[in-house]
């Protein structure tokens, strides 16, 4: 469908593509019309013209931010000039229903801004959070922060996506498929769960209240000692739980990952097919892209971000966090030696930037996880501002990928190694502050 439309309308996009564009993008979240109007897809296609030069890259970017952010903005103003009527009216064909009114609007209170920004990822959701977000009386200041990352992200990474695919399109069509219908199932399951739990809240309570005492009294300590497992706000509670999974998912990757290359398994083999694609996409424009990611993001930021958290935890005497980013970054750049000299694979031919040592991990990915990471860790910690929280979150995060793709793209380094180097960073960085933590705690400290 949407390469017979390609074909259609490529004629006429010099003069008329950026028009289109922003019609597509305005009208895809402005009032449900999302299901009728392919945007995304009209993203990736432009991003696909601009690498054929039809288009700017760069003003097929600010375009299609601009008619999502004003889109959402629309939809958002519909939700909050109707309200209730306008729920009432057409919430039956989206499967809410009145009584979860109440419900729906205490959800957008709490986590609104959340919806508003990753709904733009999921098809469903990007069409019908912003008119919901008004119906809710979302805090509009909160409501635009949200729609201006959103939009502004969302609108990048697909324009990226058609830029460096390139006249694939057939790659295209089929991952773009698969990504549309992944994220329409993930979302439905999301929002059907969360109105499965709402309408069966007092039954759900009564059963677990029920399941509760049957266990506690048949197995008192073993359940009370479940039970503490999962319980938020100490460090032996939730907090503790969820970082041994986290460092148990990061170490298996890491093993996955190690076991591959050794059975010259699927990623052993995804290193060459990657490494095809990208002699494909590279240009002058997009290398020196890469190599600014590479030396500010994989270097200096990451030395600058290090030195200031340094200051900023000795002035504030979190002694403890200190010798936890010590052992994070200090101990950590050790063990990466170590890991390159165990395993010491040598790095791709042709590098396009002169890159030195063995490949595995890769040094920059590690190094990236293990200070973003602990900047995300610490913004958890001790800032309380949800918006600056999430400025820092999708920054690092942002940073993080980067780094890894550079990497791969400048050819100096498999697909592999930055996998591998996120994986033992996280597993490196988890391990440092559960040891950190439970030692602490156990100081009463």
């Not at 986590?111 to 805090?139: D, Q």
Request: charged letters at 15%.
């Amino acid at each position: 469908m949407e390469k017979h439309i390609l074909d259609i309308i490529l004629p006429h996009l010099t003069h008329w593509g950026y028009y289109v564009l922003f019609l597509m993008t305005f009208l895809e979240t402005s009032a449900f019309l999302g299901f009728l109007v392919p945007g995304e897809s009209m993203v990736v296609i432009a991003g696909l013209l601009a690498s054929m030069g039809v288009l700017e890259l760069g003003d097929v970017i600010w375009v299609a931010s601009l008619g999502a952010i004003m889109g959402d903005t629309v939809g958002y103003f519909i939700g909050y000039r109707f309200g209730e009527v306008f729920f009432l009216k057409y919430g039956k064909y989206f499967f809410f229903k009145k009584e979860y009114l109440d419900e729906a609007m205490g959800f957008f209170d709490k986590h609104g801004g959340k919806t508003v920004f990753f709904g733009r990822f999921m098809a469903w959701l990007r069409a019908f959070a912003p008119v919901v977000a008004g119906i809710s009386r979302m805090h509009y200041p909160r409501f635009l922060f949200f729609n201006l990352a959103g939009g502004i992200v969302w609108a990048t990474i697909f324009s990226l996506l058609g830029y460096f695919v390139g006249n694939s399109w057939d790659i295209i069509r089929i991952y773009l498929g698969r990504i549309g219908i992944f994220g329409f199932i993930c979302g439905v399951i999301i929002i059907y769960l969360y109105f499965l739990f709402t309408k069966k809240k007092r039954l759900i309570k009564e059963k677990v209240g029920w399941l509760d005492i049957r266990l506690s009294s048949q197995m008192p300590k073993t359940w009370e000692f479940v039970k503490e497992r999962f319980s938020a706000g100490e460090w032996y509670g939730l907090n503790l739980t969820i970082s041994l999974v986290s460092l148990i998912l990061a170490l298996l990757s890491f093993g996955e990952i190690v076991e591959d290359l050794i059975d010259k398994e699927t990623l052993f083999y995804l290193d060459f097919k990657i490494q095809w694609i990208v002699e494909g996409i590279i240009s002058p424009e997009i290398t020196r892209f890469m190599v600014d990611i590479t030396n500010i993001g994989g270097v200096y930021l990451v030395v600058i971000t290090a030195g200031i958290m340094t200051l900023y935890l000795l002035y504030k005497r979190h002694w403890w966090e200190l010798f936890t980013f010590f052992l994070v970054a200090g101990v950590g750049e050790m063990l990466l030696i170590i890991l390159k000299l165990f395993f010491h694979r040598p790095r791709p031919v042709q590098q396009i930037v002169a890159a030195h040592g063995y490949s595995f991990p890769s040094g920059h990915a590690f190094a990236a996880m293990i200070v973003y990471g602990f900047l995300i860790y610490m913004t958890w910690r001790l800032i309380k501002s949800e918006a600056l929280r999430f400025v820092i979150f999708s920054i690092s995060i942002l940073l993080v990928i980067l780094v890894g793709i550079s990497r791969v793209y400048l050819n100096v380094h498999w697909l592999t190694d930055v996998l591998g180097g996120y994986a033992a960073g996280v597993a490196w960085l988890v391990l440092c502050v559960v040891m950190v933590n439970t030692i602490k705690q156990y100081y009463g400290r």
